[in-house]
């Protein structure tokens, strides 16, 4: 398998590479639909980058922030679009077709906030009491961009299974944390500033649904400009967007010259020992994310090459790291919702490009004072929502319970993540600092199983394809995958890369991972028991129908039922 993992990997045969150089009349280089793809993706990934500066600011400072994380971020910026418009082309000309939507790609959201919680923060407090500020600041960003390195390491060893685990796994398992990112991350979380400000949000948000579920245009303009343009008016108007926060980021914009940190970032190799609990989860949930991301387009026609789709993110996040980001790259999910809206591929081009002065010269912090945030928030909303309904479209009946525990994991996931870590940093307010907040409040928590939250949380993305695909075989009486997948849980669980908030042999009387390795052994040998049962007939059969509605396995079922019918209905009429 890694024999041919290696020899897949690349789709650089020469007549390939070169197709996608050559022009192609039945693919327009750049349609209507762009801008709208533009808009809507620019504006989630820079909603992304800002979250991710403001929260690292604090901490490293500007002359890190913005001098050294932030141009390497757009540097692997530019790769990344590029690369990603470069298998759309392939694509396009290989299949004589005109309707083929590059993937998006952009800055990894969990992993750039697992790393700033889990690697950055912990190295900067547990420096500051012995040492200067700016020694401590360079030395997390020193340990982060290590973590990162071998993140992107990681994602080019997985690259040789990606299109293994998809041609393995359920479609429906794969598609589960994914619409679970989409419903809670997309569509709930930016649903939640909408609220906050009404006045504001609510009429980009009925414009924007109403335009793309409706399918109500608004002439000649696209549809997120038309919300972005009506939300910025009004946030102008009620004074949501203030003058003085315009003349703040004018201060930030100058020339800033990309870094080459290599010698430092080996030089802290020996402390990434301590965050492997961080960066291999990271490493897998970026995986898996892309590997899900291939299969949504799938889904909407777009046929990807899983392996290279992983090699573009692994070295993506290397390109980042050399040149000074601690943020791992990775491609975003949304795909079929940009192709809905009509982008092909200049909307990625631009994307990237734009990152350039973006990141080079400042200008991030001016664009986001001035226009209104909030009203492109429907476009995000409208993503997750569709990422849902696309799964849905695709699930059987019988596997909505399955789709749905699959999605709760997530739900989890930031229900900790959110609403924990927001209390965490206003407790920090009222106490001394680096006073931890778990030890002091989490323990003392009464009114729910916080530590049930806390395990159903971590490894959220791949507990979620877990969880799905094990009920899934349930339904259908499957119960050697069943086993299967148990076993696979409870080998993924002893280590803590599911069901768990570290990574290491969890053997400890304090750890909780050998007890879920136990549970998930004491299912698979349950599910064993059970398969013996059906070869005696004691249990009712497997389910026949396929797990997916759009396969051809299920067509091909539905015919035969169809032809299974219509006899019978034929032998009844004889009959009578």
């Known amino acids: 398998m890694i024999k041919t993992g290696i020899k897949e ?104 906030f697992a790393f700033i919680y889990v690697i950055v923060s912990p190295t900067y407090y547990g ?31 997985l690259c040789l299974f990606g299109e293994f685990i998809r041609k393995n796994t359920p479609s429906v398992a794969l598609l589960s944390s994914i619409s679970g990112l989409g419903f809670v991350i997309l569509a709930l979380n930016e649903y939640l500033p909408i609220d906050e400000t009404p006045i ?48 703040e980021a004018t201060h930030l914009v100058k020339g800033y010259i990309p870094v080459f940190p290599i010698k ?21 949930a970026i995986a898996i994310g892309t590997i899900q991301c291939v299969e949504t387009a799938k889904r909407a026609g777009d046929f990807y090459p899983t392996r290279e789709a992983m090699f573009v993110d692994g070295i993506g996040t290397l390109i980042a790291t050399l040149f000074g980001s601690i943020l791992s790259m990775t491609a975003y999910i949304g795909q079929p919702a940009m192709k809905k809206m009509g982008a092909k591929q200049a909307y990625s081009m631009i994307h990237g490009l734009s990152y350039l002065p973006l ?23 409208f993503i997750g ?16 319970p399955a789709f749905l525990l699959g999605i709760m994991s997530v739900v989890a996931d930031w229900a900790q993540g959110t609403i924990v870590n927001g209390v965490s ?15 002091n409040v989490t323990s003392a928590i009464t009114g729910f199983s916080y530590r049930g939250l806390v395990n159903f949380a971590g490894g959220s ?41 570290n990574v290491g042999v969890l053997i400890k009387n304090t750890d909780d991972g050998w007890r879920f390795t136990i549970a998930y052994t004491m299912l698979a040998i349950f599910f064993l028991l059970l398969e013996f049962a059906q070869r005696k007939h004691w249990v009712k059969g497997q389910e026949t129908e396929p797990d997916d509605l759009s396969s051809l396995e299920w067509a091909e079922w539905k015919r035969q039922q169809a032809l299974e019918q219509s006899n019978t209905n034929e032998t009844i009429q004889i009959l009578n």
Request: charged share 10%; hydrophobic share 55%.
């Open 9 to 112: 990997l690349l789709t650089f045969h020469p007549k390939e590479w070169m197709n996608a150089f050559r022009p192609n009349p039945n693919y327009p280089l750049f349609v209507r639909g762009d801008i709208d793809g533009f808009v809507a993706f620019f504006i989630n990934s820079l909603s992304t980058l800002l979250a991710v500066i403001l929260n690292l600011q604090p901490i490293l400072g500007d002359e890190i922030v913005y001098g050294k994380i932030v141009p390497g971020t757009g540097i692997a910026m530019v790769w990344g679009n590029f690369y990603y418009v470069y298998m759309a082309r392939k694509l396009a000309f290989k299949e004589k077709r005109g309707d083929v939507c590059a993937m998006p790609y952009g800055v990894c959201t969990p992993g750039a």
């Open 127 to 157: 420096c500051i009491t012995k040492h200067d500020k700016v020694y401590c600041q360079e030395l997390a960003w020193y340990v982060a961009l290590a973590s990162n390195f071998i993140t992107g390491l990681v994602l080019l060893l």
């Open 200 to 247: 504001v949000a609510f009429l980009p948000f009925i414009i924007v649904m109403l335009g793309y579920f409706g399918g109500v245009g608004y002439g000649p303009l696209p549809i997120s400009f038309v919300a972005l343009v009506v939300g910025t008016i009004l946030a102008w108007s009620t004074s949501v967007n203030q003058v003085s926060a315009v003349h």
């Open 264 to 284: 430092e970032i080996f030089q802290h190799m020996d402390t990434i020992r301590l965050y492997l609990s961080t960066t291999i989860p990271t490493a897998i």
């Open 359 to 381: 990141c080079l010269l400042g200008f991030s912090g001016i664009l986001m004072s001035v226009i209104a945030v909030v009203a492109i928030n429907p476009i995000v909303i």
């Open 385 to 400: 929502l569709l990422i849902c309904s696309d799964t849905l479209a695709i699930t059987p009946q019988r596997h909505y």
């Open 425 to 439: 940093n206003a407790y920090l307010n009222f106490t001394l600092p680096n006073v931890q907040f778990s030890p």
């Open 461 to 501: 993305l791949l507990q979620s394809v877990f969880l799905t695909a094990i009920l899934m075989y349930i339904i259908d009486r499957k119960f050697l995958r069943a086993a299967v997948w148990s076993l696979l849980a409870a080998f993924f669980s002893l280590f803590g890369l599911i069901n768990a908030k």
